[in-house]
């Protein structure tokens, strides 16, 4: 074996498969399913215009992969959604940065309306609107990237949590919760628990901070017209269509240790009451609720690289909220810096 990868979600899944090209690779998984926390509660999106600068460009490098994938899927992996930012008074400047974005554009009052009818008429004068952005199917993206994974010889072994891993003679000599392993390049692609893996390795973490992000379902009475994803710059609420109803977030952030988050209830009532405020759903009940860790890195940005002082460790963390969105372009570059190849 040439690679372990630790960590089956996007991150793990997507960097695998890119490194099984050439490589012989093992991927090795803590839970009985693959993605089954963070990468399975994505809300779904690529929005170009969200995210620091090295996500923006990452996500814009990852367009034409969504669009016309490289490998098998069982249907289109993107449908257009667009994206609707909304910003209150004060907030002027901030629509303004984002029409510096591909696709993005500063609408009126006349606009917003027509494009969300759910929104409270005179309550925003104006928006910038994403019309590139997308609904991705997040779960056809990990079972295709798994799938292709294993079309090139790749190993997923599930139930097995790395427990200690030593450096010797150029080998990583791994104890996992389902037997012992071995490769001379050993990939931390655990998410919320990378910097857990790191420790079990004997290398220093990097500081990762893992922070809930709470979800739900709610159907109004009256039907639910199509509108575009829509969030207010200050990230108070994010809403979007979903089947009969509409998916809602706090956008909320609280800083957590690596687990199984509950939604926070306290914030998804502050979220209805500021949903209220600004449309005509008039919501109620929450049908059902859930919350995922976007775990960030020290400064924000995603962290592709060896490890300053531990050989053959490969950091491939710190994805924030934008694992999914920047997940093909992310996983070609850190392949590349692995392989020491030109980046495509």
Request: aromatic letters at 8%; a negative charge; proline letters at 7%.
């Amino acid at each position: 074996m040439d690679v372990i990868v630790v960590g089956g979600g996007i991150a793990g899944a997507s960097i695998a498969y890119e490194l099984a090209a050439h490589r012989e690779v093992l991927l090795i998984e803590a839970d009985s399913t693959p993605g089954s926390q963070t990468t399975g509660r994505s809300a779904a999106t690529w929005i170009d215009s969200y995210g620091p600068p090295a996500v923006r460009t990452l996500s814009e490098a990852s367009l034409d992969w969504f669009l016309n994938p490289p490998i098998e899927t069982d249907g289109d992996l993107a449908r257009p959604m667009g994206c609707l930012w909304l910003g209150a008074e004060g907030h002027e400047q901030h629509l303004r940065d984002l029409t510096k974005t591909t696709g993005v554009s500063l609408i009126g009052a006349a606009e917003i309306t027509e494009l969300n009818p759910l929104l409270r008429p005179g309550l925003f004068d104006e928006a910038a609107y994403d019309e590139r952005a997308l609904d991705l199917d997040v779960a056809g993206l990990h079972h295709s990237y798994l799938r292709a994974f294993k079309a090139r010889g790749g190993v997923v072994n599930t139930r097995s949590a790395l427990l200690e891993a030593t450096r010797i003679n150029g080998i990583w000599r791994v104890r996992t919760a389902n037997g012992d392993l071995s490769a001379p390049l050993l990939v931390n692609a655990a998410g919320a628990w990378g910097d857990h893996v790191a420790t079990a390795c004997g290398v220093q973490p990097v500081g990762l901070e893992p922070r809930r992000r709470s979800i739900f379902q709610s159907v109004p009475k009256e039907p639910v017209p199509h509108f575009p994803f829509t969030i207010t710059v200050d990230e108070t609420f994010y809403l979007k269509p979903e089947g009969d109803g509409v998916l809602c977030s706090p956008v909320d952030a609280d800083l957590q240790e690596p687990g199984d988050p509950k939604p926070n209830d306290l914030e998804i009532a502050r979220a209805i009451d500021a949903i209220n405020d600004a449309t005509t759903l008039n919501l109620r009940s929450v049908r059902t609720a859930w919350a995922g860790q976007r775990t960030f890195a020290p400064g924000g940005d995603p962290i592709a690289r060896f490890d300053d002082t531990a050989e053959g460790f490969f950091w491939f963390v710190g994805q924030g909220g934008w694992g999914i969105q920047i997940a093909p372009a992310h996983a070609i570059a850190a392949a590349a810096r692995i392989e020491s190849a030109r980046l495509p």
